[in-house]
């Protein structure tokens, strides 16, 4: 039996659950894959560090990680396997001057990230949690409970909203934290231990705080309901596989590379993101260390390697019928998700989808294809990003969900460990 095999649908959905509710922030969520690899065997780096002897290692640098495990062997023929994910979710973040008041009220002043389904963030009950620098130049991980709220207006003052709903971003997505004039970040302080004078700067999300469920169908596991889904499905189901992969002591030829970047809801064009140094430094260091050093045998290796691209997906709404592509009508629970767009919105082309279904096929786990409605054009993911930047073969997969991008996502159990037996096959020579 594999370490995945241990694993039934809901057992790994309880699991991804647990990991959800730690990982509020992309910053939570890179530390925690880091200390998860560490107990694992995995050697903590820096990007500042020689890395000599670092056959199985992970670097975090902020919100974003990258592990790998090197080859018995590093011939001429080895390459990178990657599966490539991201960390962020959309949300609220907190500005500067974080408080405001109102007619004796306390808000905190929050500004867009990424594209939320916004009307879903309103009557939840949110906490705050990120990273705050002190002067020191220490870095801090905080986490709240539930502080505030978004609170939307009562039907009996505007009987239009539940046919026509439109909020202004600055002034109805503004939330209420107390009753009193209160200053949000000296409580946010006072709760992580830090001297409010001492802050030199703060990455602070809202975050909902209401945890996982599982239910739905006969079996009473059809549907798991969790924020920040997208894309800590793909976090985490290529984190269990990286685990997976590396217990059973696999003797493959190329370098498995993990990485989980950030910003991707942002467009990626940051240090952290698809679009910064972080892989490229990464696998070149690697090749560097090897006895093919050099600009040849970086592109050897670049050559030889390919990537997974791994992000959520859409699942058919039944309500919505019109706005999914008559032939494709992906459904949770039917599996994994290989993602084509001919506008190159995914990277994917008939070379990777092979990479991809013999993985699948080796897994043993069915598959499914999404292709968007013509009218109606997709969002796209780092796998362009990355082929781009690499020339690599790359192909763009996820599992199936509903309400993307709401505070709440839905997904099936067994399409989440699906991911994770294929993300496994793939590291495993498939």
């Keep these: 039996m594999t370490y995945l095999d241990s694993f039934t649908p809901r057992t790994y959905a309880q699991a991804f659950g647990e990991f959800i509710s730690h990982s509020p922030t992309s910053y939570h969520a890179a530390e925690n894959i880091a200390q998860i690899l560490h107990e694992a065997g995995f050697t903590r780096c820096t990007s500042t560090e020689p890395w000599s002897n670092a056959d199985r290692a992970v670097m975090v640098t902020a919100g974003a990680v990258v592990a790998w495990q090197m080859p018995r062997t590093f011939t001429q023929h080895t390459g990178a396997r990657i599966i490539g994910s991201h960390t962020d979710s959309p949300s609220f973040k907190l500005k500067p001057v974080a408080t405001s008041i109102t007619e004796g009220y306390s808000q905190v002043n929050v500004e867009v990230y990424g594209g939320p389904l916004l009307n879903s963030w309103l009557n939840r009950d949110l906490g705050i949690a990120g990273q705050i620098i002190t002067t020191d130049g220490e870095r801090h991980l905080v986490k709240t409970e539930a ?3 978004i609170p939307q207006l009562a039907p009996h003052l505007d009987r239009s909203q539940n046919d026509e709903l439109k909020l202004s971003r600055q002034q109805d997505y503004h939330p209420l934290w107390s009753c009193n004039e209160a200053e949000v970040m000296d409580h946010i302080c ?12 703060t990455d602070l999300f809202a975050y909902d705080s209401a945890p996982y469920r599982i239910y739905g169908g006969p079996s009473g596991e059809d549907f798991f309901s969790a924020a920040r889904q997208d894309n800590l499905t793909s976090v985490f189901a290529s984190l269990q596989a990286f685990l997976s992969v590396a217990q059973e002591e696999v ?106 279904l013999r993985a699948a ?55 989440l460990l699906g991911l994770a037996k294929i993300a496994a096959a793939y590291w495993m020579g498939a």
């Excluded at 781009?388 to 996502?409: C, K, N, P, W, Y």
Aim: aromatic residues 6%.
């Design 361 to 415: 096929h080796q897994a043993g786990v069915a598959t499914q294809e999404f292709v968007s409605n013509n009218d109606v054009p997709c969002g796209t993911t780092i796998g362009p990003l990355t082929a781009t930047r690499f020339g690599m073969t790359t192909v763009d997969v996820g599992v199936a969900m509903l309400s993307m991008h709401s505070v709440r996502e839905i997904t099936n159990p067994a399409d």
């Design 190 to 201: 006072a709760s992580a231990g830090i001297d409010p004078q001492q802050v030199a700067g």
């Design 251 to 356: 003797g493959h030829n190329d370098v498995l590379v993990f990485v989980a970047f950030d910003h991707e809801e942002v467009g990626s064009a940051t240090p952290t993101g698809a679009s910064g140094p972080i892989l490229e430094s990464t696998l070149r260091r690697i090749v560097d260390a090897s006895a093919y050093a050099g600009e040849e045998g970086y592109w050897r290796f670049i050559a030889n390697s390919s990537c997974i691209s791994a992000d959520a997906g859409h699942a058919l709404n039944p309500n919505k019928i019109a706005k999914h592509d008559p032939a494709h009508h992906p459904i949770l629970g039917g599996g994994p998700l290989l993602k084509l767009n001919a506008q190159q919105r995914y990277a994917t082309d008939a070379l990777g989808s092979a990479i991809w």
């Design 147 to 149: 502080l505030m709220t």
